[in-house]
């Protein structure tokens, strides 16, 4: 039975890829998706009651969102709500929350920092 389940949850993530890549098909986009049902466990509760799997569709930041990204300063979580803010499509809005420690906002401003290593060809040596 669960492998049942699990084909049925990869075919219709595939189809919600599918349809992402369709709907945006002028950009690259990337799907963030932070999973917290361990800690919803933890906290006791069913999955039912809470939401264990958060989403948001981002675009590939272009020169623009770098720009506001940098102009956010030395700090590294400012610079990740300002991607994840002006490269945001569509998506759960608690992703944009920061303004506790242990939100789901802080778990996705770690994984929008790699939005800053896509496309990155260029080497840099010192000599």
Known sequence: MQNTE???????????????KSKYSNMEV???????????KDFGGTNAQKKAVFQ???KKPGRRELGLA???GKDPLQMAESLIKSCWLEGDEEIKDLQYEDTIGL???M???EL?????KGKLRKL
């Open 56 to 58: 948001a569709v981002l």
């Open 116 to 120: 800053l290593n896509v496309g990155n």
């Open 107 to 109: 778990h996705a401003c």
């Open 111 to 113: 994984q929008a920092m």
């Open 30 to 40: 990337f799907l963030l998706e932070i999973d917290l049902s361990d800690e919803i």
């Open 6 to 20: 699990s084909l049925v949850e990869v075919v219709s993530q595939e189809q919600k890829e599918a349809a992402l």
């Open 70 to 72: 940098m102009a956010a």
